[in-house]
């Protein structure tokens, strides 16, 4: 079963709207969890890292203040979307590995963005 | 240069066929690297790590090559449900958390029948 829980799975917004998107590791903690963003035919690409308990760090090129991320406990991050546009409609995806192990990141299910 | 490229494809084979994918990276200090597969507007789902003495699982035969800067992918005997993208994925461990990972652009299977 999924490990990493991403919701919602789709979502359909006006132009300038927000929007949260929630990424959960159902059993176990993730100090760290990663925010990918993907285009249509394109590759994963990292846009932050969020960490527990203290502020993201950011891609070069990755505006934080358009993608806030909150990191608020060992079991979920936020990425809220702000004042979104038509570019920002994209496929979202967490990715979250055990605090101290070195096994594979496992990724959530993704959200897929249209800004209309 | 891209820190991790593949061959975008498409690659289309016959049921049954054997096909082999590559991926190379360009920082000598990457730490570890694994294969993810990848359907249509879903999520990545981890294939298989790459161990430097490489490994099999099945019909999948993953190779690293340290010296050349390259992994490798073999399915052999493929079967239509093969039919995906396949991103590879290095940890560069240089900044930032040692399990933050980098990806190929993905390589594109079709298996025809």
């Known amino acids: 079963g999924a490990v990493v829980s991403q919701h919602p799975s789709r979502v359909i917004c006006k132009s300038g709207t927000s929007v949260k998107i929630e990424c959960r590791s159902l059993?176990?903690?993730?100090?760290?969890m990663f925010w990918y963003r993907q285009f249509p035919k394109k590759s994963l690409m990292l846009m932050a890292t969020s960490n527990e308990g203290s502020k993201a760090t950011y891609e070069q090129g990755v505006e934080k203040d358009k993608f806030l991320i909150n990191h608020a406990s060992l079991t979920l991050s936020t990425l809220t979307v702000t004042s979104a546009h038509p570019e920002d409609s994209s496929f979202y995806i967490c990715?979250?590995?055990?605090?101290?192990?070195?096994?594979?990141?496992?990724f959530g299910n993704g959200t897929r963005l249209t800004v209309t | 240069r891209k820190e991790v490229e593949q061959d975008p494809g498409p690659f289309n084979v016959p049921e049954g066929a054997t096909v082999a994918f590559n991926c190379t990276y360009s920082n000598s200090a990457s730490q570890s690297f694994f294969w993810y597969r990848q359907d249509c507007r879903k999520e990545p789902k981890l294939l298989m790590s790459v161990y430097s003495s490489g490994n099999e699982d099945g019909r999948f035969t993953a190779q690293l090559n340290r010296a050349s800067q390259y992994i490798s992918l073999l399915i052999r005997d493929s079967k239509l449900s093969d039919s995906a993208t396949y991103l590879c994925?290095?940890?560069?461990?240089?900044?930032?958390?040692?399990?933050?990972?980098?990806f190929g652009s993905g390589t594109q299977l079709t298996v025809l029948p």
């Open positions: 059993d176990f903690q993730a100090t760290t």
């Open positions: 994925a290095v940890n560069i461990g240089v900044r930032g958390s040692a399990r933050q990972l980098t």
């Open positions: 990715s979250a590995g055990r605090t101290g192990s070195n096994s594979p990141l496992h």
